[in-house]
Structure formats: C-alpha cells, structure tokens
C-alpha cells in the first residue's frame, strides 16, 4: 500500500495532551493509537457467519453434484478472513512520545514494525513543513541528523498543536 | 423513426376514440375456459382487490399528511417516534391478511397439481421455433408451426385478426374432457401457455412435466411460447380447438389417413423437379427460420445455405447433418424425428439445386433411410 | 462530481499525480465515490438507448427496425447493464463518499482494494458493450443466461461470463471494504445502533453480496465449463438438469434483488426524516425489517421459477415464504409514512424522489404479492406483468432513490445548490414518464402478452404505444438530470455546512464541499 493509504487505514484517535501533562510532575507523555471500533468477538462474528452461509450452500449444490461454486466460496472466505487479520495487525500500534528531565523517548509500533528511540532533549529538533497548502503536513524529531515521524495518528490541525506543545516543551 | 413520430402525434386523438371502443384495451385476465382458469381469475381479482384497499388507507394517510402537515401551511413537527404498540399491530394485521390470502391460494395450487384420472394424455414437445403434439392414445402425431405469412410481418401486408396467433396444425381437443399434458422440449426449455385453460408449463429438454386443462366451451384459444428460446421465441404460437366429441373423432381419423399417406411416400422415387418443389415447401417451414428464405443465413450466427460448402459437397454428409444435426453445441438439430424420409429427401434436393447452388444431384427416401440408420459416424465437417 | 470539491488539495508534500493517472491510482474515497457514479451515470445512458431501441421496435407490430436476435441481444444486455453496470455501481458509489463521513472514518479501510474493485467495473463494463462488434453480435439468451439456450451462442457469451466473474470480484471487493470500514472504523460513541440508516442497509446488503456471489460465480462457471470442456452439469443428455442452473442462479438472484433494493431504503430513510424535520419514526424496528428481509431473502428462489413445474409441497413453500417477505417490507413503508406524519414537510427535489419512491415501490410491492401467489404466478409468469413489476421496483424504486441520493447529497459534494427548477422539471417529467412506460405493462401482461418478444398480435398494440411514448418521455427528461448535475459541480448558489435544515448526520457537520480529506482525528459521537 501507499503510504498514503496507510495513513488513512488508521482510524486515527487522539489523547487529549493536556490530560497527559498531569500524569506525573515534570514528566510530559503523549500516546496516541487508531481507531478500532470492531472487538474480536465481532470480528469472529463476521468471519464465522459468512463462512457458515457461504460453505453451507456451496457443500449443499456440491452434494448436488454442482461442485464448482465450493472453489469460489473457499477464496472469498479467503479474503474475507486475510482483510479481517490484516485490520487485526493493525490493532497493537500506538505511538508514545515521553519528555521527562533531559530525556525524549519516542516509541511507535505499527504492523511488525517497531522503533524506540531516546534522544537527549538538548539535541532534539522539531521539524514541521506543511508546503503552501496547509495540508499533509509533516511532523518529525530530528537528532544527529535522523528525523522519526511523531503524530503520524493525528490530523493536520493536531498535529500542528502538537508541534506548537513540543517546541515549548523541549526549550523548556 | 418518422413514421413513429407522426404516429404519436395522433396517438392522444386515437387514444380519445378508442376509449369507446374497449374492446382494445383489456384490463384484467382473459376470459377463462377450464375451471382452474376461472379460480386463477377470481383469486387475482381477490387479491387486487385487498391491495387497492391498503394502498387507499396508507397513501390516504400519507397525502393527507403531505398537504396538511406541510412546513408552508405553518405546521410545527412534533418528535414521536418509537411506539411499540403501532409498530406490532402493522406487524400483525398484514400478518393476518396474508394468512387469509394464503389458504385459497393453496387451495387452486392443490388442484392445478392433480393431473390424476385423465380422459385422454396429450404429450407436447417444443422444438426452435414450433410445437410438436403426440396424442398417445390415439397414435397421432404431428407439428404446429406459425401460419402467418412473412409478409404481413415484414409490413409489405395487411395483418390479418389473429396476426402471429395462427399455426398450420392447431391442437384439437374434445369438449369437458380431462386432458392431461406431458410436457417436455428438444433442444432448449419452452414454455406452453395456454391463458384462457391457465395453463403454462416449461417444456425442458430431458424431463418431462405434467399439467392438465378441462375446457368448457367449444371454440379456438390461442397462446404462446413463454420462456425465451432463441431469435423466433416470438413466432411460436399455440392454437388448441375445443370441438365436440364427434368432430374430435372424425378429426382423429382424418390425421390417421394422411399419415398413412406420408408413409407411403416413403418408398417411392422421385424425380429432381417434384422433390424441389416439395422441397421448398419444408424448407420454408423448417430451415428458413434461421437459414433464411434466400439461404443467406445469418453471418455469424445461422451459416448460409447458398453456396455453402455442405450443401454444394458431397451429398452423403449433406444428408448426415439433416438428418442427425450439426456440431454439438450449435442451434442445428437433428430433423430424424421431426420429418418423413420423403420430405427430408425433399428438402436436401432443394438445398442442393435452388438459389446458386444449381448441383443437379438428388436425395431420394431410401437414401435417407439408410442415413438414418448409420449413427452420425463421420463428425460433420465445420459448416461456417 | 467531486472535482471542485478538491482542486485545491493536491500540493502537499507528497504530490498526488494529475490528469489521468490521479483517477487511476487514487485510493480517495470520495474519488472513486464519484468515480462508481460517474461510470454509473454513463451506464445508464448506455442502457437507456437500448430501452428506447427496444421500444421503438415495439411501437407497432411486425418487424420494422432490426432482426428478432438483435431485439433479443438489446433485452439480455439492457437487463446485464442496468443491473450490474447501473444501480450496483451507483450504490457502491453513494457507499463509498457517504459511508465514511457518515461514521466519522477518514476514509474506506482498504483503499488500495477499493481502487481496484473500481477499475475492474469499466474492463468488464467493456467486454460486456464489446460483444456486439463479435461475430453472431453480444448475448442473446436473456440477463437470466438460462441453459440450454446460453449453451447454444458464440465467442460473446464466453465474453460475457468473464465479464460476469470480474464484476463479481469488483462486488466483493467492494463488499469487503464495506462490511470492513462500517465494523472497525465507527467514530467512538457511534454505536451499531446509532449508525445511519444508510450505513446499515449497507452493512446487510455487503453481507448478501458476500453470502451469494460465490454462487454466481459457481453458476457462470458451470455454464462455461459446459460450453468449452465438456462437462454435463446443465445437459440432460450427460445426466445434468437445466433446471438445476435455475435454481442455483435465482439462490444468487433474488437475494440479488434485494442488494438493489436495500441501499435504496437506506437512501430514502435517511431523506425522509430531513424533510419531515422530525425522527425515523421506528429506527430500531426498521434494522430489524431489513435483516428479516435479508434472511427471508434466501427462502424464497424458486418463486422465479413456479412454471418449471415443481412438486405441490415445493410451491407451497416457495408461495408462503415470499407472502411472508410483505411483512417486513409492509413495516417499512409505515415507518416511512409515520415519519412524514405531523412532521414540518418541505419537498425539495430529494423529498419528491423519496415520496415517489415510498409510492411507486409499493405499487411494485403489491404486484410483487399478486405474483406471489403461485397460481397467479403460473398465468403471469414470463409476461409483460413482470417486466412491470420488476421496472416498478428497480425504476421507480432503485432508480428513484439514487435521483433523491444524488439530489439530497450533491450539495455537500460539490459545495454548490443545485437549479431547484431544473430538479423538480426532471422529477415531474421523470414520474409522469415512468409511469406511462410501465403502468399500461400491467395489463399487457393480463391480457396474455409474454415478455421478450420482438412482436407482437394486434390486441397488444395500443397499451405498446402508450409505453412507448412514456418511454421517450422518461428518457429524454434524463438529459436534464445530466446537464444539472454539469452545471452543480461547475458553479450555482454556495451550499452551508448544514445544507438542509432538518438534516443530521456527521456528514453535515463538516464544510461544504466536503475536503479532500475528512475526519483525520475522530469526532466523538454522544
């Protein structure tokens, strides 16, 4: 997928960081994950349901001697159940920025993919270009000279107040 | 397209004029012949008439609330929603309706079913594009094929009353006996449909079905082949004559003479001329439907006949595609069944000697019976 | 319709390609929303001209404009494109722009998917118009592909079945995203039972598609394996039953039925409501309406099939389930009609199409009873009393609602009102001509004329005319449906947020024309 598909497969959720900030004296902690509004036990409701349906009748005109409809249900089952899981590998990310004394601990998880990274806060840059239409706007931290995407969850307009907290944070 | 426009043009004035004259627009199910018909008719009126009732009371209620809870006419919304109690009786009486629906329904399904204790069985094959009837108790056998004249189709002449609704060999039946239909086809499904005995039965190659009628009157109904079966589905009507029982057997007897007749043929020898002639007369009946009267064919769909490579090479398997069929899979059927040694013999010479095809040769009965014997052996060469 | 909506939006960093490639490769639901409507509306056009070609032919008797297979090739094809060309895409369409704005998701969850179950429809859309170039011309044998006749044709109907297979796999595609983005995307707080009308019906209709079109599939494939390799499946001759394919294309068939008909209920009840100013009269009883329809659904296949000649018990069944259906179809026209009852109404072009539609339906809906009945059914099976029925249900009904969709949505798509004046010209002419076509059809049926026939005896004739004149009313007033919507998405009054007064839904609550991008964080729904 394109990475822009990606962005949008996420349902994208935020934690307000205010609330964050009075987590504990001195530390600041930003977490933000996608929207998963499917639980598991809908989504084996679904899965099992159609696969029910489908496998019935296909093995009823199998039995009829019609067998050919069997192939086409076991594939579209197939795909049904690899669109459901590959909504299920989706469902452990999170991103978790912590700010704490001197130190920047930026963690993201997506899919199988995973970083964590500690930055010393004298170091850390924040990087926001939003290109002349205000719009996809790119926010990064930047230390000795690598750049890690943060607010990847968030919306242009979030992810510029996030920029605005973080500036402020980490002069101070 | 001209044409059409004018015609619209005084359709509103002829529209006004036949008003008075109803007799053009029918409203309801035709007249019913058969008891079963009639309770099809009365259980239609039944019905409707339930389902006029309903829409008056909901739609009343509907356009009374369109012009007086109107936003113009200063109505405020009121915010009801969710009334179980409403929403179970609209659950509940249609439930009702249907169930009082249901059971004289069941009732005419029950007896449109009982094909038991027939007075005589009539078995009806279709064929693309015509009816073939075997009257099994009587040995008579015989093809209905459509008798209106190319012409009046075309619009070169004048439509006659029953215009597409007139068959050579109409289907004759004896008055109040119970006829008990095996219905079946030979090449794709059919369907035999006969309104006024409300009768329509598919016709599916491979299977039989069953259906039956009792007619009360005597007179002529007319019907029509109701499943699409190819290019002329249009163009297979069905006429049965209900006649008394006198005339039903004298007409018995009369298709027992002529069929001893075209046995007979079936062992004489022919000269080119006569067979020509009486082929064409087949040809017309049978072949020009998809091969066309000039034997043109259809490109891409009917090969030609005019100068095509079977009928202007070797006789023999000129004579094993007419009688046995084309290649599988294609609308070219067999004619063994359907025709006599003579007139198939007849149709070949034809085929062989009209348009360009000038080949000069003949197929007389004899060969025929001797093609028919042999299954097709040599796969018939592509005939494109 | 959404190219004003987002002329502006393509300078972020990573740049979106233009022109042509844009459309191809764009995994933008509200792109390829427009994209499936677009398709659908040319379809439509397409299809149209065949209708009118058909009853052109039919305005007299005899033969005057085309060959008996030509008139048979138009009626199979109209029936393929209207069905799968036209009101599926059009669904599908409204599905992909409404569906995540109305449940607050920032787009479809599989948008690369998305883009193809798009691009498949114009490949098969093509082998489908194609074949009429074919040696022997497109398929003849009826939208129904019945064997043996289908058995019978050329290389088109080969042609066909393929094109058949890849809108099926555009269909479940499609239904995957759906049924996906619906379940796992909701905004918080938008419970099941909170969701929007539409979004529900979707959510069953996708679950039919998926339950049935693995038996289409099944079913086409049969018919080509019989045609090419041999196989007996449908040929008596090598022990199959043509029958056997009837009953397994009208298992797929008439819950297909229902796929076009259920997004349309969702359509209506979600315009209903606006123009009344006042609540679904019964939501909770209208989901389970649509889910009894969606299971009875599949009880009831063999109604299509009365004069086959089943055995007493099988008609009976048949006969009950399908009376049955009027239950739960009956509870939604009364909801709809509550609902407008003591409400604040206004009929603005959306709300005509939606009344049109409640009234019209049901009239379909009734005769869909009278055909219920099986001994009815037998008389009025295969005539011009179905093709009736069924344009009741499909023009009035499915078609209708799409009209009242794209009327009652095109605001927010486009940020501009439509002409009212040219919208209610199109709605009067639109309802007057429907009706002429298809109400005289009804008693053609009656007095005894079959369907499918490219001619006719000579009592048929007046009725024909009438129909005939009704349909190129009906169709000619669609050119004002497509000059409208030209001159929305080019320019007109600037539309509000709000668009109309009594509306609700997320969907209103962000700007009109709807940005490119929507609901990148989630609204919280209370």
Not at chain 1, 88 to 104: K, M, N, Q
Request: charged share 15%; glycine share 8%.
């Amino acid at each position: 997928m394109m990475p822009h598909a990606v962005s949008s497969l996420l349902h994208m959720e935020q934690v307000n960081t205010e609330d964050c900030e009075g987590v504990s004296a001195g530390a600041f902690v930003f977490q933000s994950r996608p929207n998963h509004s499917l639980t598991h036990r809908q989504q084996k409701l679904v899965l099992w349901s159609l696969a029910t349906v489908c496998f019935a009748t296909a093995s009823g005109f199998a039995l009829l001697g019609y067998w050919l409809i069997l192939p086409f249900a076991g594939l579209e089952i197939g795909l049904l159940a690899w669109a459901l899981e590959a909504l299920r590998s989706r469902e452990g990310d999170y991103e978790t920025l912590t700010i704490e004394g001197d130190v920047v601990v930026l963690e993201w998880h997506a899919g199988t993919h995973g970083e964590r990274r500690e930055m010393n806060r004298q170091w850390a840059r924040v990087i926001c270009d939003c290109g002349t239409s205000g719009r996809n706007c790119r926010l990064s931290l930047s230390s000795h000279g690598r750049e890690t995407k943060v607010g990847q969850y968030l919306s242009d307009e979030a992810r510029l107040q996030l920029a605005a907290t973080l500036r402020r944070k980490l002069q101070a | 397209m001209k044409s059409m426009w004018q015609r619209a043009g005084v359709m509103g004035a002829v529209w006004a004029a036949s008003q008075s004259a109803l007799a053009d627009y029918a409203y309801n199910l035709q007249e019913p012949a058969s008891q079963v018909a009639r309770e099809v008719f009365h259980l239609h009126n039944l019905i409707m008439l339930v389902c006029v009732g309903i829409f008056i009371i909901v739609f009343g209620m509907m356009f009374y609330s369109l012009i007086k809870h109107r936003k113009s006419v200063g109505h405020k919304a009121a915010h009801f929603h969710e009334n179980t109690t409403v929403e179970i009786i609209w659950t509940i009486i249609p439930f009702i309706i249907l169930v009082g629906m249901a059971y004289p329904a069941a009732k005419v399904v029950i007896e449109m079913k009982d094909t038991s204790n027939p007075d005589m069985t009539v078995k009806i094959t279709g064929y693309q594009w015509k009816w073939g009837y075997d009257y099994l108790n009587e040995g008579v056998h015989f093809y209905s094929t459509l008798a209106t004249p190319r012409e009046q189709i075309d619009g070169t002449a004048a439509k006659d009353e029953h215009y597409l609704l007139e068959v050579d060999d109409p289907m004759v039946v004896p008055v109040g006996k119970r006829v008990r239909l095996l219905i079946t086809a030979n090449d794709v499904i059919h369907s035999w449909w006969v309104p006024a005995f409300g009768v329509k039965q598919d016709g599916i190659p491979g299977f039989i079905r069953d259906s039956w009628f009792k007619a009360d009157k005597i007179g002529t109904y007319r019907g029509q082949c109701a499943e699409l079966c190819g290019k002329d589905h249009g163009f297979m009507p069905i006429v049965v004559k209900v006649v008394s029982e006198e005339d039903y057997k004298a007409w018995v007897a009369k298709k027992k003479g002529s069929a001893q007749a075209a046995a007979a043929d079936n062992t004489k020898t022919f000269d080119v001329k006569e067979l020509v002639e009486r082929g064409e007369k087949v040809y017309q009946a049978n072949c020009a439907a998809c091969h066309q009267a000039n034997g043109t064919g259809l490109p891409g769909v009917f090969p030609a006949m005019n100068g095509s490579k079977v009928a202007t090479g070797p006789i023999a398997a000129h004579i094993n595609i007419v009688v046995h069929g084309g290649r599988p899979g294609t609308a070219m059927v067999g004619f063994a069944d359907r025709l006599s040694d003579a007139e198939i013999a007849a149709v070949v010479t034809y085929e062989r000697n009209a348009w360009d095809n000038k080949m000069g040769d003949a197929a007389q009965p004899a060969d025929i019976a001797a093609a028919r014997g042999g299954a097709a052996v040599a796969a018939a060469p592509a005939a494109q | 319709m959404s190219d004003a909506a987002h002329a502006h939006d393509d300078h972020g960093h990573h740049a979106h390609p233009t022109g042509i490639m844009r459309w191809l490769t764009t995994t933008n639901h509200k792109d390829i929303g427009s994209l499936y409507l677009w398709f659908s509306l040319i379809m439509l056009f397409t299809a149209g001209s065949m209708a009118l070609l058909i009853r052109s032919e039919l305005f007299e008797p005899g033969m005057q404009l085309m060959h008996p297979d030509f008139f048979n090739q138009l009626t199979t094809m109209h029936g393929l494109i209207m069905i799968f060309g036209v009101i599926m895409p059009a669904f599908t369409g409204f599905a992909n722009w409404q569906v995540p704005l109305m449940i607050g998701a920032p787009d479809m969850a599989f948008p690369r998917m998305n883009n193809w179950s798009f691009w498949l429809l114009p490949v098969a859309g093509i082998m489908l118009l194609g074949s009429f170039w074919l040696p022997g011309g497109a398929v003849a044998g009826g939208w129904t592909m019945y064997p043996p006749l289908f058995i019978q044709g050329g290389v088109s109907y080969d042609l066909t079945i393929l094109a058949v297979h890849i809108m099926g796999l555009s269909s479940i595609m499609g239904s995957i995203n759906i049924i996906t983005t619906i379940l796992n995307m909701r905004a918080p707080g938008l419970t099941l039972m909170k969701m929007p009308m539409f979004v529900w019906t979707w959510l069953i209709t996708a679950y039919l598609l998926i339950a049935t079109m693995p038996v289409l599939a099944g079913a086409v494939t049969m018919l080509l394996t019989d045609r090419n390799f041999g196989t007996h499946f449908f040929n008596a001759a090598g022990g199959g039953d043509p029958v056997m394919f009837q009953h397994i294309f009208w298992f797929f068939g008439h819950p297909e039925v229902y796929i076009l008909i259920l997004p349309a209920f969702g359509i209506v009840s979600q315009i209903i409501p606006t123009f009344s100013r006042k609540p679904l009269f019964g939501y909770a009883s209208m989901v389970y309406a649509t889910a009894s329809i969606a299971i009875l659904s599949f009880t009831v296949w063999a109604h299509h099939m009365f004069a086959v000649g089943m055995p007493v018990a099988a008609q009976l069944f048949f006969m009950f389930s399908t009376m049955l259906i009027a239950v739960p179809t009956g509870v939604k026209v009364f909801n709809w009609v509550a609902t407008m009852w003591k409400g604040s109404l206004t009929f603005e072009t959306p709300m005509l199409f939606a009344i049109a539609f409640v009234c019209l339906f049901t009239i379909g809906g009734f005769s869909g009873l009278v055909l219920a009945m099986a001994p009815v059914d037998i008389q009025l099976q295969d005539t011009y009393y179905v093709v009736a029925h069924f344009h009741y249900v499909l023009v009035s009904g499915a078609l209708f609602s799409i009209f009242a969709g794209i009327y009652y949505w095109l605001p927010k798509w486009t940020g501009h009102m439509y002409n009212e004046t040219l919208g209610k010209t199109h709605f009067w002419l639109s309802v007057i001509g429907m009706n002429i076509v298809f109400f005289p059809m009804h008693f053609l049926g009656l007095a005894g004329m079959p369907r499918r026939i490219p001619d006719y005896a000579l009592q048929f004739t007046e009725f024909n005319q009438i129909a005939t004149v009704g349909a190129f009313i009906f169709g000619f007033s669609q050119l004002i449906f497509l000059v409208l919507v030209l001159k929305t998405i080019k320019g007109g009054a600037k539309a509000s947020d709000q668009v109309w007064e009594g509306a609700q839904g997320l969907e209103w609550t962000v700007p009109s024309p709807a940005p490119y991008h929507t609901f990148e964080t989630a609204p919280v729904v209370k």
